[in-house]
């Protein structure tokens, strides 16, 4: 069309735009949520965001939680500490688990003192008891993926990771760890 | 269980939660974060099969009619049946607003007459529990029942059984002695507002009992049906929380902190549905502090929220502190507040420092919008 030398025009879009197509992206515009003020603002009755709504009660904040500039939505139960993360609907996290910087989707389950730290965890995947995930002094070259850079590591949803396994840094689980599994 | 429809009485003009009720009926109360008391019956009812259910109003019911709409969140937007807003009629038999449940169901006798279903569940709408009725119908059925009460066993004489209809259950499940809203009352077994009876039975006793001036289904009714008719109780034995003081309102929501009340009420494959308001998560800041709380969706939490329930779209600003309390839709708590068992109902505004304390078994109540 330039070579015909037809009306071609340009706009000039200023608002937030990401193009999201990679796992790094994904949890890059996730955490623009959580930035305050957020850089994508979607608390904004007079343009909402329309979604498909699971009706779950309330989310719980258990007395011992900490919860430090997160993303919290219905049906979660959160038990643990969660840090500069966001919980999709249904997640449990459990008493002594910690979650920083991760995307946790619905229905996952934390449980008793695991560890996620830069993760994207997926829908209904189970990390068992003590569990690390993004641990940056475990080789988990098993599970490298050129999907996953940039320190995140992902959990495939349904994923069960057995208590007390360690995955390290740029990980990308997509069976099941532990004895007897795999 | 098909071959049931429901009814909602949802008013009942002798009870009133002073300033909560006072642009609502009691089933349009917010409870438990996002719900409103009505999601309870109105859920129980479509998880037991119902497809039918007409709703009884009498005054002030536009905010429970802008909630159920057109019943869309239960399923009950339907061609054939489902949901019916069934106020007064302002002329005519009834003569307009009502004085009692009779007045009310006697306007509700068109919609009996047009139905088709062998059996009614007639319910209030400030029961919290999550049941369904196949097995109090089954029971209604082997007993060859003409009314059968739903009720539970509170075990300890409280205040509340002095505002409820008490009943006397022999050992075959048959009642055999009532009373409401007795001042000693007899046993401690509580009705819990629902009654399942033939629907032709139920048109035939409400044009009785209207034809002889009553006004009550329970004192005109029920009273002189346990002695004249095949009156049968079922017990329910899941968590129940009435609402009908707004102590008993306080209570029944803070008892949703406790994770086995919790897991009653919501955890069951029956959920409870509400209108779904498409709201964002909610948003914790780097200060919040949280325990012990429910929280909806839509929030921003700066502050400290100790045991209590907050609603969505409320926000609660840096140094807040929170505790035992409820706080409705949309309302913002500035910074610094102090706020200690306190009911603070929709849209109200607290500026910057405020403090309201109220007592644990007497909390204080905010009126919707007000600006503090």
């Given at each position: 069309m330039l070579g015909n030398g037809e009306n071609m025009c340009a706009y000039a879009f200023d608002g937030y735009w990401k193009d999201v197509g990679t796992v790094q992206s994904l949890w890059e515009a996730n955490m623009d949520i959580l930035q305050e003020p957020p850089a994508f603002e979607l608390n904004d009755s007079d343009w909402k965001i329309y979604s498909r709504n699971p009706v779950k009660p309330p989310h719980y904040i258990a007395k011992g939680a900490k919860i430090n500039n997160c993303c919290v939505t219905e049906g979660c139960n959160v038990y643990g500490d969660i840090k500069h993360s966001i919980l999709f609907e249904g997640v449990t996290v459990e008493k002594g688990a910690v979650v920083e910087d991760s995307i946790v989707f619905p229905g996952a389950v934390i449980k008793e003192n695991a560890v996620i730290k830069k993760a994207v965890i997926g829908e209904e995947a189970v990390i068992g008891k003590g569990a690390i995930i993004g641990d940056e002094n475990t080789d988990s070259s098993q599970y490298a993926s050129p999907y996953c850079t940039g320190g995140i590591s992902?959990?495939?949803?349904?994923?069960?990771?057995?208590?007390?396994?360690?995955?390290?840094?740029?990980?990308?689980?997509?069976?099941?760890?532990?004895?007897?599994?795999? | 269980m098909k071959d049931m429809m429901g009814i909602v009485m949802a008013d009942n003009s002798e009870l009133t939660l002073n300033e909560l009720t006072e642009l609502r009926s009691i089933p349009a109360l917010p409870f438990g974060g996002r719900y409103r008391l009505i999601d309870f019956i109105l859920s129980n009812m479509v998880n037991?099969?119902?497809?039918?259910?007409?709703?009884?109003?009498?005054?002030?019911?536009?905010?429970?009619?802008?909630?159920?709409?057109?019943?869309?969140?239960?399923?009950?937007?339907?061609?054939?049946?489902?949901?019916?807003?069934?106020?007064?009629?302002?002329?005519?038999?009834?003569?307009?607003?009502?004085?009692?449940?009779?007045?009310?169901?006697?306007g509700v006798l068109t919609f009996l007459r047009r139905s088709r279903q062998?059996?009614?569940v007639l319910a209030s709408g400030r029961t919290v529990c999550n049941m369904t009725f196949d097995e109090a119908l089954k029971l209604h059925i082997e007993k060859d029942a003409d009314i059968t009460v739903v009720y539970r066993d509170v075990k300890?004489?409280?205040?509340?059984?002095?505002?409820?209809?008490?009943?006397?259950?022999?050992?075959?499940?048959?009642?055999?002695?009532?009373?409401?809203?007795?001042?000693?009352?007899?046993?401690?077994?509580?009705?819990?507002?629902?009654?399942?009876?033939?629907?032709?039975?139920?048109?035939?006793?409400?044009?009785?009992?209207?034809?002889?001036?009553?006004?009550?289904?329970?004192?005109?009714?029920?009273?002189?049906?346990?002695?004249?008719?095949?009156?049968y109780g079922y017990e329910y034995k899941g968590f129940v929380g009435i609402v009908d003081s707004i102590r008993s309102y306080y209570e029944t929501n803070m008892k949703m902190l406790e994770s086995d009340v919790r897991r009653d009420i919501f955890g069951s494959e029956n959920r409870i549905y509400t209108k779904v308001k498409d709201q964002v998560p909610t948003q914790y800041g780097k200060t919040a502090e949280v325990s012990d709380s429910l929280i909806a969706d839509g929030c921003i939490i700066e502050g400290t929220v100790e045991n209590s329930i907050i609603f969505r779209g409320v926000h609660i600003a840096k140094g807040a502190v929170i505790k035992n309390s409820i706080?409705?839709?949309?309302?913002?708590?500035?910074?610094?507040?102090?706020?200690?068992?306190?009911?603070?109902?929709?849209?109200?505004?607290?500026?910057?420092?405020?403090?309201?304390?109220?007592?644990p078994n007497y909390p204080v109540i905010l009126p919707k919008r007000t600006l503090l």
């Open positions: 992902l959990i495939g949803g349904g994923i069960i990771i057995a208590d007390g396994e360690k995955i390290g840094i740029n990980s990308m689980v997509a069976s099941e760890t532990g004895k007897g599994e795999n | 037991s099969g119902i497809i039918n259910v007409g709703i009884a109003t009498n005054i002030n019911y536009s905010s429970l009619m802008d909630h159920v709409g057109s019943g869309a969140p239960w399923d009950l937007n339907r061609k054939i049946y489902g949901l019916f807003m069934l106020p007064p009629y302002v002329r005519g038999g009834a003569g307009g607003i009502s004085t009692g449940s009779i007045d009310q169901l006697y062998q059996y009614v300890e004489k409280n205040d509340q059984l002095s505002r409820s209809n008490v009943y006397e259950v022999d050992e075959n499940g048959r009642v055999n002695g009532m009373e409401t809203s007795p001042r000693y009352p007899k046993t401690t077994l509580q009705g819990m507002g629902m009654f399942i009876i033939e629907r032709i039975k139920l048109i035939e006793l409400i044009e009785d009992a209207y034809a002889r001036g009553s006004h009550d289904f329970v004192r005109d009714i029920l009273m002189t049906a346990v002695n004249s008719h095949k009156v706080v409705m839709q949309n309302s913002v708590i500035e910074e610094n507040c102090d706020i200690e068992n306190v009911i603070i109902d929709k849209e109200c505004t607290l500026r910057q420092s405020k403090r309201l304390v109220g007592q």
